[in-house]
């Protein structure tokens, strides 16, 4: 079996997960129930909440930001920046607060001290 029937064999028994954000409130599950387009590539999703002692309904959001692997079919309208989480920078830590700032760095008081005290 070649790679490409690997594929589309893996395809045909794939069962697509329904995308969902679980309850903000109670944090259970939540089921999508209805979605609208709000504009191209944007969607609003109508979920509940499966806990009977909760039954939150609430919207979220889902949109598409960016690309993992190039279409083979591209639309010449759509222009999303290409990336993987995984690769790249990581993001820094919470208590990184990055380099202390020069000690010639007068956040601009010495202009401002230069143009009051400026005589023409
Ligand atoms: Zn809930």
Redesign the pocket.
Known sequence: MTALAKRQEKKRNYTPRIPAIE?P????R?IVRDSTEVFFMVRELRLS?T?DD???TYVAQLSVIRTIRPSDCPNPDVRLPFGNPNLGPKPKPANDDGPPPPANDDHGIGAALAAAFMTT
């Open positions: 309850c409130h109670c944090k259970s939540a909440c806990n909760c039954r939150h």
